[in-house]
């Protein structure tokens, strides 16, 4: 049997077989100027801001996820020798040294959720305050 050669991929907006790249919004141009909609300001302006915020927002969130993990690890009574519990210990008592103490209660656990959560909530709004008001910028 003789070969025989292929027609050649043909460009229509209905999916081929032979088509390198299927159809549809996969073979859309990316819109470059959605930054500069959004903004309404020129396409290389903002993103200084947007990173700055993004960084921010990052933060707040770490800041808070060490608290919250600390709380959880000491409710549920891990143990305060593992390497680890200690130092997630640590980064919280720095997150939260300048908060300590403000809620003076009886119960231990208690004392401690609401003496980490506090600070681990002011991170949170003021961290993605900062960062929504950057993004204005």
């Known amino acids: 049997m003789p070969f025989v050669e292929a027609p050649a991929p043909h460009r229509s ?28 300001r020129g396409s290389r302006r903002g993103h200084g801001a947007d990173r700055l915020a993004l960084i921010i927002h990052s933060l707040a969130d770490v800041a808070a996820a060490f608290l919250g993990l600390w709380i959880l690890l000491y409710l549920l009574e891990a143990n305060q020798a593992n390497v680890f519990v200690g130092f997630v210990h640590g980064v919280a008592d720095w997150l939260a040294g300048w908060s300590q103490d403000i809620f003076i209660m009886e119960t231990e656990g208690l004392r401690v959720f609401f003496n980490y959560a506090l600070p681990a909530l002011i991170y949170l709004a003021v961290g993605h305050g900062a960062a929504a008001w950057l993004r204005r910028l």
Do not use: L, Q
């Open 13 to 40: 907006n209905s999916p081929s077989p032979y088509d390198p790249a299927p159809a549809g919004p996969y073979n859309a141009v990316p819109n470059t100027n959605s930054d500069a909609r959004r903004s309404g």
